[in-house]
């Protein structure tokens, strides 16, 4: 049973960075393609990030591009979000998701991704 568990969510003030966790049973993510989402009260859930287990390319979207970076651990079967620079826009509840492929699409369309963590919160404020 595939399982996916977020955490690191945390409030933090503007200009600050977390580090979020993805956490991987029930599949090995060295095979698979990871995207994450994030959703703020009264938005539609938007991507992230997404990273191919082909070739271990990531791409982001526009409005973290620079601030945010993906990493992996095989070892310990899981991915991690860097977000750095921080700003009152980022706060949103942070999902990871994978569609069972190994790489990404090249977009982001969340109603394609058949598993998902409960999420974890990200409060930037001051």
């Known amino acids: 049973q595939v399982q996916l568990v977020e955490s690191g969510g945390s409030l933090v003030q503007p200009g600050g960075s977390l580090r979020l966790s993805c956490a991987a049973s029930g599949l090995t993510l060295d095979y698979y393609a990871i995207a994450w989402f994030r959703q703020a009260p009264g938005k539609e859930r938007e991507g992230v990030s997404c990273t191919s287990s082909t070739d271990g390319s990531t791409y982001y979207a526009d409005s973290v591009k620079g601030r945010f970076t993906i990493s992996r651990d095989n070892a310990k079967n899981t991915e991690y979000l860097q977000m750095n620079s921080l700003k009152p826009e980022d706060t949103a509840v942070y999902y990871c998701?994978?569609?069972?492929?190994?790489?990404?699409?090249?977009?982001?369309?969340?109603?394609?991704?058949?598993?998902w963590g409960q999420g974890t919160q990200v409060t930037v404020a001051s």
């Open positions: 998701a994978t569609d069972g492929a190994e790489a990404c699409r090249g977009y982001f369309a969340a109603t394609e991704y058949d598993y």
